[in-house]
Structure formats: C-alpha cells, structure tokens
C-alpha cells in the first residue's frame, strides 16, 4: 500500500456535495481507502496570475485527503479522472469552472515526469488550496517556507468535509 495525497476541488453546481460524493468514491474501491481528510476551504477562482477570472467564476470548494491504495500512480490517476467524468466534469479551457476536480498532489515518494502524470503535483507548492489543507493532515508534507509563500492568498477555512451516509444522502 501506497500513501497518495489527493486535492479535491469545485465550483459549479452543488460543490459541497460534489467533494462528499468524490470523497465516498475514493474510499469505495477495495483497493483504495481515506485515512485523512482536511477541512474544506473557501478559495476565490483566481488565474495563475492570481488576479480573478475574466469572466468572473464562483468561489472554489477544495479539501485534501490522504489515501491508502494499492493501485499504481497511473491507475489511481485514471481512477480520479473516472470519477471527475462521472461528476460531469468537463475541460472546455484551461481554468474553466469545475464540477469536480481532483489532483494526485503526492504518490510515496515517488517522482514523475510523464506527458500525463508529473509528481509532485507541478503546481502545488504556489497554492494555499492545496497547501493549507495538506498541511492539516500531514504537516510533515510541507515546510514552514511552503505554507509562508502562500500566506497572502485569499483562503477562508470552513467545516469538516464529512463522509456520505444515509441520513443525508
């Protein structure tokens, strides 16, 4: 078994509900299990500039979860983007809203290069979304200078992302 970090993320429809459905499925399969999940937090949908999108984009939902699977990086990969497909997810343009994205942060240690799989996550040491939450749950994942470069970004902690059950779903 493998550690894998996985962001979560959404901004179109029932986001909340998105991230508790995506969650459920990461924890469905028999070769896969959450053993942590951050809090969710509020992020506004900014570019890669960090000025807000053009034209203007709901506020982002994003958690982060830590995962135990026995699936190799490439299969938990296409696992996720099955799952994001089954959300409705679909990839008009680069930043466009989201049903649901997920992103494979970290795999063990390992690193990858390949056209569709670079780990680390290449974006993630720039982002408070994925930073805040991973350090919630596994601090030693990010450094003290990681989480200082971030602190200016515009983040607001909410609850706990809580898993399905029953009774509210």
Do not use: W
């Amino acid at each position: 078994m493998v550690t894998a970090y996985v962001a979560l993320g959404a901004n179109l429809g029932d986001a909340h509900a998105a991230l508790r459905r995506a969650r459920a499925a990461l924890d469905s399969g028999a070769h896969s299990r959450v053993i942590a999940c951050s809090h969710i937090y509020k992020t506004p949908a900014l570019g890669d500039d960090g000025v807000p999108m053009d034209p203007p984009s709901p506020d982002y939902l994003n958690a982060v979860l830590a995962l135990e699977t026995s699936l190799s990086a490439q299969d938990l990969l296409g696992f996720m983007q099955a799952i994001e497909n089954a959300a409705g997810r679909q990839r008009p343009y680069r930043l466009a809203p989201r049903t649901l994205d997920l992103d494979l942060l970290r795999f063990g240690s390992l690193q990858s290069k390949q056209p569709n799989l670079t780990l680390p996550h290449p974006r993630m040491l720039s982002r408070a979304f994925v930073l805040l939450p991973l350090a919630e749950i596994a601090p030693e994942q990010v450094t003290p200078a990681e989480l200082a470069a971030v602190q200016g970004q515009l983040i607001q902690r909410l609850g706990p992302l809580e898993p399905l059950t029953a009774a509210k779903d």
